[in-house]
């Protein structure tokens, strides 16, 4: 049985940093690339950053390229995402998820079935 659940988030202000924690079970990260994704109210969720199963390639959504980081720990099946030069309109609900298939970049939220329960980011002053 898949389960994800993600923690790390917080609040924090502008220019702030958070690191997020997925763990998953039920799978092994290295079988599937995975994603970050994240959704703020009355938005779409959408994906920031993906590592690919072979950990040798990543992608990021130019709203966070440069400022966030995607690693993951194969020995604790854990995928974390640094989160630096934090911004508000980096607030959202923050996802990670399997792709199901090798490579990034991750598609529509809409393609995949296995989610956690999301972990808060509010980042004001």
């Known amino acids: 049985q898949v389960q994800l659940v993600e923690s790390g988030g917080g609040l924090v202000q502008p220019g702030g940093s958070l690191r997020l924690s997925c763990v998953a079970s039920g799978f092994t990260l290295d079988s599937y690339a995975i994603g970050w994704f994240r959704q703020a109210p009355g938005q779409e969720r959408e994906g920031v950053s993906c590592?690919?199963?072979?950990?040798?390639?990543?992608y990021y959504a130019d709203s966070v390229k440069g400022r966030f980081t995607i690693s993951r720990d194969n020995a604790k099946n854990t995928v974390y995402l640094q989160m630096n030069s934090l911004k508000p309109e980096d607030t959202a609900v923050y996802y990670c998820?399997?792709?199901?298939?090798?490579?990034?970049?991750?598609?529509?939220?809409?393609?995949?079935?296995?989610w956690g329960q999301g972990t808060q980011v509010t980042v004001t002053s």
């Open positions: 998820a399997p792709l199901g298939y090798y490579y990034c970049p991750p598609g529509p939220s809409t393609e995949y079935d296995y």
């Open positions: 590592l690919s199963s072979s950990g040798e390639s990543t």
